[in-house]
């Protein structure tokens, strides 16, 4: 054998050893239809992005044979050689799209180095467009300047739009140049940092619009409102309102100008004041009641405009005073309080929550205010320390609802609960505030996560007092754990008409 060929057999055993311990490697041993499940156990809102590491260490990831397109429609930025694959094993099921230069994005992720092969990576995610079911683009000012051009094509699939930090817009035309104008499908829009412009024809089918730290006169929020008649959600986060010279700025009941939103069910106004977001309120007409969420709300408003504002925010939850609600129910904690309002027989469901940082003090005085003397049905859940509770507080937040019939008691508000609900004997001592005097139907349930305290001190005399004023109770309903060691039946069944315990 000469040199030669002993060179040549050293090498291709070096080659044939090398090849075995890459077989052996766990990627490669796996047969198509094991690496397939191992793929689809990266689905979720990123799982492209946990994918490519596993496609790069395997190089049969082109032979796995996989039936379900939808595990390759939200191609990566890295490889453009597996970005084309995925676009292509994807079709006929839309793409999810998420274009990012922005190192400090929300989505960013494991993002790969900027270089040539993140640029021809986006340059095929932009040249297939035309099969984008959401798009969401975080892409630096300087970049985007240079790649805004690729998104002036029709996009006749596209439902759902999140554009971040698109200072790049100047006018109405900037926005129109997006999609050529042309997204008949597109239903959902989020709009961040920016200022906010006005494209008819991409707004006319939202069902969803989120701005978020957006600038904008008030004029112009209401043009944009208007072009968008069938919206359900909005969401309105840290609006910097420029108001109009001449325009009144404070709480008033009336606006000039307003817009009708028929679809509206849902409205969201967090980080902002009370007075802006009144100023909002008061040029909205609705058809139905809605929920309305206020987090993060400074309250500015002047003490004597207060009820005119909550009145204003009552026309919401009412859908316009239409509709006055016969059950609620109130979740008080530390942290925010929300209540919810609905009626069985309309078969509608309202709810208004504010969320820190109102203290209690401002809140009693909020809720007051509401359309809530009708309510026959009220759930109370009440998570309040000690230290915060008063028995003032909650007789101003639920003395107005004189009508409840029917009261079902959560959490540590029982004991505090009970000694506040009216009898006769007990209107009649000075500073009772008697709350709820057309009670028939009394529940309690555990939801105690401490002690549980003795409640049957307070319940019994309750109970009692009005069986021997011949108003009894009509229905009681407790929890056995809440009695331990207690008989409930021999305390309780002689002063209701019906005892339940469960």
């Not at 397109?69 to 099921?93: D, Q």
Request: charged share 20%; with cysteine; aromatic share 8%.
């Amino acid at each position: 054998m000469s040199f030669e060929d002993k060179i040549e057999l050293l090498s291709r055993m070096g080659v044939e050893a090398q090849q075995k311990t890459i077989s052996r490697s766990l990627p490669n041993r796996l047969i198509p239809e094991i690496l397939g499940e191992v793929f689809r156990a990266f689905r979720g809102d990123d799982y492209s992005y946990c994918l490519l590491p596993i496609t790069h260490v395997c190089r049969h990831w082109r032979a796995v044979a996989i039936s379900e397109r939808r595990l390759w429609c939200k191609p990566g930025h890295s490889n453009p050689t597996l970005v084309a694959e995925m676009i292509h094993r994807s079709e006929g099921t839309g793409l999810h799209l998420v274009l990012i230069s922005n190192r400090c994005s929300e989505f960013g992720g494991a993002l790969p180095p900027r270089g040539h092969n993140w640029d021809n990576a986006l340059c095929i995610q932009l040249a297939n467009l035309e099969q984008a079911v959401s798009i969401i683009v975080d892409i630096d000012s300087g970049t985007f300047a240079n790649w805004f051009y690729n998104l002036h094509r029709p996009a006749p699939l596209l439902e759902s739009l999140d554009i971040y930090n698109a200072w790049f817009l100047h006018s109405d035309a900037d926005l129109m140049k997006f999609f050529q104008g042309h997204a008949p499908r597109l239903q959902r829009l989020a709009l961040h940092q920016c200022n906010l412009y006005c494209a008819p024809s991409l707004f006319q089918n939202l069902r969803s619009f989120s701005m978020r730290w957006i600038s904008a006169t008030c004029s112009k929020l209401l043009t944009v409102l208007r072009s968008a008649p069938l919206l359900e959600h909005l969401t309105i986060h840290a609006l910097r309102l420029r108001h109009s010279k001449g325009e009144v700025t404070e709480v008033v009941r009336e606006r000039p100008e307003i817009v009708r939103l028929p679809h509206l069910w849902n409205l969201s106004l967090i980080d902002g004041s009370l007075c802006e977001c009144v100023h909002i309120i008061s040029h909205l007409r609705v058809a139905q009641p809605i929920t309305v969420i206020m987090e993060e709300i400074v309250n500015d408003v002047q003490t004597e405009r207060l009820p005119l504002a909550m009145q204003i925010i009552d026309s919401l939850i009412t859908g316009g005073s239409m509709i006055l609600p016969k059950s609620a129910s109130f979740d008080l904690n530390s942290n925010n309080l929300s209540l919810c309002l609905w009626d069985t027989d309309k078969q509608y469901r309202s709810s208004l929550s504010i969320l820190p940082s109102l203290r209690l003090d401002s809140w009693k005085h909020w809720y007051r205010h509401l359309s809530l003397s009708e309510i026959r049905d009220l759930t109370l859940w009440i998570t309040l320390p000690n230290s915060e509770w008063s028995r003032t507080d909650i007789p101003e937040l639920l003395g107005s609802m004189t009508q409840v019939e029917t009261l079902h008691l959560y959490n540590n508000c029982v004991m505090q609960m009970i000694p506040l609900l009216a009898t006769k004997q007990r209107t009649q001592r000075p500073g009772h505030p008697g709350l709820f005097p057309s009670l028939t139907c009394l529940k309690i349930s555990d939801g105690f996560r401490d002690k549980r305290p003795n409640i049957m001190k307070s319940l019994l005399p309750y109970v009692r007092e009005r069986y021997e004023e011949g108003a009894p109770i009509r229905q009681l309903s407790v929890h056995e754990r809440l009695f331990p060691d207690v008989d409930i039946q021999a305390k309780l069944e002689r002063f209701v008409a019906k005892l339940s315990h469960f």
